[in-house]
């Protein structure tokens, strides 16, 4: 009797529901509570933001891939719509309409599709469209409306100083903790999101609930966000026990800045993150790291977005050295 035969098929041999196109709505989807909570601060400030950031990634990824690469549109797959959003998320609410379009363009243009496309960029694009505006408009990208105070104005908004801002400025001018933090928000209001900054500052808690559904929907894993927060956490902590006038205090850290939409919705795309849970482990206590040393002694009152950027540049190292097992590899006994 003649053997059944073999058929040979190019991987990948295990299939799964989960698609990139359904983690891209996920992480969408996590991100509305924040949305809503940066909605209600910032008013329409807000929804313009995100509105024209998010038309604009889309638009700039059709155009490009239909008339400069000739290849396939893939704008339905919701990875556009995701850069767009946390690209709105980065900046401030209000930010002038054209400014946040050369974002846009940077982000999808440069970043990701001049790589190829989804999967192949080295870079978070949203973060590379962030720094962009950074460098060449670091006024413009630094006045922060007042929270709830203009949540129904859509231009003109009184600007202030973030959390962080406040903190570095007033320690440079020789100021302790105990002066500044009168003019700190407290525990409250960070955690609630009545403060100024960003839209993708705003509420802690409503970041958290987000990261926690990413998790339960295992989109992410714990180890690059807890590690990150962690390490921050030990850090600022280790600077504030040694002198607590000049140095906030970890929780002050944690809950103001990026931190918590770095943590959990950057540091941890799938692309630009390594592939082993050590390899995530190395990666995530560097951004952590390098986010600590840029606010205490760097320009930037807040790092997260460098630290993320720059370890971007080693996950292929970390992924050199710490390789998964191959499929059908068998480990080593160990002698007695």
Same mark, same amino acid.
């Not at 989807?29 to 995100?50: D, E, K, Q």
């Not at 946390?86 to 930010?95: C, D």
């Not at 100083?161 to 570095?168: E, S, V």
């Not at 808690?205 to 894993?221: D, P």
């Given at each position: 009797?003649?053997?059944?035969?073999?058929?040979? %098929?190019?991987?990948? !041999?295990?299939?799964?529901?989960?698609?990139?196109?359904?983690?891209?709505?996920?992480?969408?989807?996590? /991100?509305?509570?924040?949305?809503?909570?940066?909605?209600?601060?910032?008013?329409?400030?807000?929804?313009?933001?995100?509105?024209?950031?998010?038309?604009?990634? #889309? /638009?700039? &990824?059709?155009?490009?891939?239909?008339?400069?690469?000739?290849?396939?549109?893939?704008?339905?797959?919701? %990875?556009?719509?995701?850069?767009?959003?946390?690209?709105?998320?980065?900046?401030?609410?209000?930010?002038?309409?054209?400014?946040?379009?050369?974002?846009?363009?940077?982000?999808?243009?440069?970043?990701?599709?001049?790589?190829?496309?989804?999967?192949?960029?080295?870079?978070?694009?949203?973060?590379?469209?962030?720094?962009?505006?950074?460098?060449?408009?670091?006024?413009?990208?630094?006045?922060?409306?007042?929270?709830?105070?203009?949540?129904?104005?859509?231009?003109?908004?009184?600007?202030?100083?973030?959390?962080?801002?406040?903190?570095?400025?007033? /320690?440079?001018?020789?100021?302790?903790?105990?002066?500044?933090?009168?003019? #700190?928000? %407290?525990?409250?209001?960070?955690?609630?999101?009545?403060?100024?900054?960003?839209?993708? &500052?705003? %509420?802690?808690?409503?970041?958290?609930?987000?990261?926690?559904?990413?998790?339960?929907?295992?989109?992410?894993?714990?180890?690059?966000?807890?590690?990150? /927060?962690?390490?921050?956490?030990?850090?600022?902590?280790?600077?504030?026990?040694?002198?607590? &006038? !000049?140095?906030?205090?970890?929780?002050? !850290?944690?809950?103001?800045?990026?931190?918590?939409?770095?943590?959990?919705?950057?540091?941890?795309?799938? +692309?630009?993150?390594?592939?082993?849970?050590?390899?995530? +482990?190395?990666?995530?206590?560097?951004?952590?790291?390098?986010?600590?040393?840029?606010?205490?002694?760097?320009?930037?009152?807040?790092?997260?977005?460098?630290?993320?950027?720059?370890?971007?540049?080693?996950?292929?190292?970390?992924?050199?050295?710490?390789?998964?097992?191959?499929?059908?590899?068998?480990?080593?006994?160990?002698?007695?």
């Amino acid at each position: 009797m003649d053997s059944p035969p073999i058929v040979i %098929s190019a991987s990948p !041999h295990v299939h799964s529901e989960r698609t990139s196109k359904k983690i891209m709505y996920d992480v969408v989807i996590a /991100l509305v509570p924040a949305f809503l909570v940066s909605l209600y601060v910032f008013g329409f400030n807000a929804l313009i933001t995100t509105s024209i950031a998010i038309i604009s990634c #889309l /638009l700039f &990824e059709y155009l490009i891939q239909k008339y400069l690469m000739k290849t396939e549109v893939t704008i339905t797959d919701g %990875s556009a719509l995701l850069t767009g959003l946390l690209l709105a998320f980065n900046v401030p609410a209000g930010l002038p309409i054209w400014m946040i379009i050369v974002g846009s363009l940077v982000a999808i243009g440069i970043a990701k599709l001049s790589f190829g496309g989804l999967g192949f960029n080295v870079f978070n694009p949203a973060l590379v469209g962030r720094v962009f505006l950074l460098i060449c408009f670091p006024v413009q990208m630094t006045l922060w409306p007042m929270a709830v105070v203009n949540n129904t104005t859509i231009a003109d908004a009184v600007s202030g100083a973030t959390t962080l801002g406040i903190i570095k400025e007033g /320690l440079q001018f020789g100021g302790t903790m105990t002066e500044l933090s009168a003019k #700190l928000p %407290s525990s409250v209001d960070m955690l609630l999101g009545i403060t100024g900054g960003s839209l993708g &500052e705003m %509420s802690a808690i409503a970041l958290l609930l987000g990261g926690l559904y990413l998790m339960i929907r295992k989109v992410i894993s714990w180890h690059i966000p807890v590690t990150i /927060l962690l390490t921050m956490a030990i850090m600022t902590g280790i600077f504030w026990s040694i002198d607590p &006038e !000049h140095y906030a205090n970890p929780l002050i !850290h944690l809950l103001s800045g990026g931190a918590i939409l770095g943590a959990f919705f950057m540091a941890t795309d799938m +692309v630009t993150s390594p592939m082993t849970k050590k390899g995530m +482990v190395i990666f995530a206590i560097g951004i952590g790291a390098i986010t600590v040393i840029i606010r205490l002694y760097g320009a930037y009152p807040e790092g997260i977005s460098f630290a993320i950027l720059i370890m971007n540049a080693f996950v292929p190292l970390i992924n050199s050295y710490f390789k998964p097992r191959r499929f059908g590899s068998k480990i080593k006994a160990k002698i007695m």
